[in-house]
């Protein structure tokens, strides 16, 4: 079955040919490092290395480039307030986002550059800029000279016209046209800088990406990711550098990801309508965050609150419940099932592909994830043991393609009847059916010996009396 991938630049789905054959080039826009990662970070990150997972399970050879921005305006500002060397802001957010990103089992890119370690990369792609006729320098700057790319605008679906009219030459600006881009900024006193042709200075921000993608990638790319709320100005400003100084189409497919909205809002660096990854982490288990995330399509936005992860946690219970009860993770790899339960694996497998393979939709995989962990229950239920273990086998599996099930669970493994009352439970409660709820708490207690626990964010903990 064809992997199809929708293109932001020709708003269509289309099949998926690498550039090379066996191998995918892929970059994904990174942080700039001026705080702590957020949970839209983890989405962007999250969106990209899953598709990487998929390709990866396909048997292709993926290089996976996720860059930082470690030196801008913002990040200077910081330093300036607190007192210290910009490099020390840059560090510890790289360091925060790296670890975050393994607590969520993200994995770890094959290169994750940075703009101020290729500022040689990045001089000769605005020198060959300058040579071609499509960048000026002005004042100690040079500019990008959107006039001279008669397509520009073709991604966001923006006219420079339109652009002219909503941009302005500010103060100290050498442009000849509003709608022009800084690819070299001249150094301003006491700002790191960076000597060039054109006087000291520090790189744009469009131009770091494109000298990064083509020195690990190449100059066209099979897949580029990133939030789509780069599309404009970022990504247009990439592909309009990028193709002009190479001659050649730039990306084969933009696969930005949909924005993260809290309680409706969008996420905003400008209004500090932020969830910091750190204060998520303390209250809701990674996995759950995981899980959430790729429930809904990629391309489409996200509502990110607190209830909604608790919801969130429940449905990651029920998942994972056949797993635990047929402890699926210490299985060792054995023939798939028979009968009845061997068709319903067959159909998971297939279904899941199919829905990965339609723009990896991972909301359609989960759900059939889903189908597959009831139709292992019922086995578990029924008695059927060794059909229903091996069934379970290759739901671990399926759910390991979209990086999900990597903690095998610890402690104490509860028998299936209290693990039915524990959901039982956590129905009644997310229909407020308050009175049923402290009904299966006592029959937990009384028939089992089982106390519970409730944990805002997570799966309730279980312990004995």
């Given at each position: 079955?064809?992997?199809?991938?929708?293109?932001?630049?020709?708003?269509?789905?289309?099949?998926?040919?690498?550039?090379?054959?066996?191998?995918?080039?892929?970059?994904?826009?990174?942080?700039?490092?001026?705080?702590?990662?957020?949970?839209g970070h983890m989405r962007a990150s999250i969106s990209g290395e899953v598709m990487r997972r998929y390709l990866e399970h396909l048997g292709y050879e993926v290089t996976y480039v996720y860059n930082f921005t470690d030196v801008d305006d913002k990040i200077i500002e910081r330093a300036n307030a607190e007192g210290v060397?910009?490099?020390?802001?840059?560090?510890?957010?790289?360091?925060?986002?790296?670890?975050?990103?393994?607590?969520?089992?993200?994995?770890?890119?094959?290169?994750?550059?940075?703009?101020?370690?290729?500022?040689?990369?990045?001089?000769?792609?605005?020198?060959?800029?300058?040579?071609?006729?499509?960048?000026?320098?002005?004042?100690?700057?040079?500019?990008?000279?959107?006039?001279?790319?008669?397509?520009?605008?073709?991604?966001?679906?923006?006219?420079?016209?339109?652009?002219?009219?909503?941009?302005?030459?500010?103060?100290?600006?050498?442009?000849?046209?509003?709608?022009?881009?800084?690819?070299?900024?001249?150094?301003?006193?006491?700002?790191?800088?960076?000597?060039?042709?054109?006087?000291?200075?520090?790189?744009?921000?469009?131009?770091?990406?494109?000298?990064?993608?083509?020195?690990?990638?190449?100059?066209?790319?099979?897949?580029?990711?990133?939030?789509?709320?780069?599309?404009?100005?970022?990504?247009?400003?990439?592909?309009?550098?990028?193709?002009?100084?190479?001659?050649?189409?730039?990306?084969?497919?933009?696969?930005?990801?949909?924005?993260?909205?809290?309680?409706?809002?969008?996420?905003?660096?400008?209004?500090?309508?932020?969830?910091?990854?750190?204060?998520?982490?303390?209250?809701?288990?990674?996995?759950?965050?995981?899980?959430?995330?790729?429930?809904?399509?990629?391309?489409?936005?996200?509502?990110?609150?607190?209830?909604?992860?608790?919801?969130?946690?429940?449905?990651?219970?029920?998942?994972?419940?056949?797993?635990?009860?047929?402890?699926?993770?210490?299985?060792?790899?054995?023939?798939?099932?028979?009968?009845?339960?061997?068709?319903?694996?067959?159909?998971?497998?297939?279904?899941?592909?199919?829905?990965?393979?339609?723009?990896?939709?991972?909301?359609?995989?989960?759900?059939?994830?889903?189908?597959?962990?009831?139709?292992?229950?019922?086995?578990?239920?029924?008695?059927?043991?060794?059909?229903?273990?091996?069934?379970?086998?290759?739901?671990?599996?399926?759910?390991?393609?979209?990086?999900?099930?990597?903690?095998?669970?610890?402690?104490?493994?509860?028998?299936?009847?209290?693990?039915?009352?524990?959901?039982?439970?956590?129905?009644?409660?997310?229909?407020?059916?308050?009175?049923?709820?402290?009904?299966?708490?006592?029959?937990?207690?009384?028939?089992?010996?089982?106390?519970?626990?409730?944990?805002?964010?997570?799966?309730?903990?279980?312990?004995?009396?």
């Amino acid at each position: 079955m064809a992997l199809r991938i929708y293109d932001t630049l020709t708003r269509e789905k289309r099949e998926f040919v690498p550039v090379r054959p066996g191998k995918v080039g892929m970059y994904v826009c990174g942080m700039t490092v001026q705080a702590k990662p957020h949970v839209g970070h983890m989405r962007a990150s999250i969106s990209g290395e899953v598709m990487r997972r998929y390709l990866e399970h396909l048997g292709y050879e993926v290089t996976y480039v996720y860059n930082f921005t470690d030196v801008d305006d913002k990040i200077i500002e910081r330093a300036n307030a607190e007192g210290v060397d910009w490099h020390e802001v840059a560090e510890r957010n790289i360091d925060a986002y790296l670890s975050y990103a393994d607590l969520h089992n993200i994995k770890r890119a094959t290169v994750y550059p940075r703009a101020t370690a290729h500022i040689a990369e990045i001089l000769a792609l605005i020198a060959r800029l300058v040579e071609k006729g499509f960048a000026y320098a002005a004042g100690g700057d040079v500019y990008y000279d959107v006039s001279r790319k008669p397509d520009y605008g073709k991604l966001s679906g923006r006219r420079v016209e339109e652009l002219r009219e909503g941009y302005r030459i500010e103060v100290g600006e050498a442009k000849d046209d509003p709608a022009d881009f800084a690819l070299w900024k001249g150094a301003k006193p006491e700002e790191p800088h960076w000597e060039s042709p054109w006087g000291p200075g520090r790189p744009g921000w469009h131009i770091e990406c494109s000298a990064m993608a083509i020195k690990y990638l190449g100059e066209q790319l099979d897949i580029h990711g990133g939030g789509q709320d780069l599309i404009f100005p970022h990504h247009e400003n990439e592909i309009a550098q990028s193709e002009a100084a190479t001659g050649r189409p730039f990306v084969n497919f933009w696969t930005e990801n949909g924005m993260v909205n809290l309680g409706g809002e969008k996420m905003s660096k400008s209004t500090g309508n932020l969830f910091f990854i750190e204060d998520i982490a303390a209250q809701v288990e990674p996995e759950v965050v995981r899980f959430y995330l790729l429930s809904t399509h990629y391309r489409s936005p996200i509502d990110f609150t607190l209830e909604r992860l608790e919801e969130a946690a429940i449905a990651y219970r029920r998942l994972r419940t056949p797993l635990e009860r047929a402890g699926a993770w210490g299985l060792a790899a054995g023939p798939a099932p028979g009968g009845a339960l061997g068709e319903a694996v067959a159909e998971a497998w297939r279904r899941f592909h199919q829905a990965m393979g339609d723009d990896f939709n991972t909301a359609g995989a989960i759900g059939h994830l889903f189908d597959l962990a009831r139709e292992v229950n019922k086995a578990l239920d029924e008695g059927v043991g060794a059909e229903a273990r091996s069934a379970a086998r290759e739901l671990l599996g399926l759910g390991g393609i979209l990086g999900l099930f990597w903690k095998a669970p610890v402690g104490e493994t509860w028998p299936p009847e209290v693990l039915d009352l524990v959901e039982l439970r956590e129905r009644a409660r997310a229909e407020k059916a308050w009175d049923r709820a402290d009904a299966l708490r006592r029959k937990l207690l009384d028939e089992h010996g089982v106390v519970i626990e409730d944990v805002r964010g997570q799966p309730p903990r279980l312990k004995r009396r």
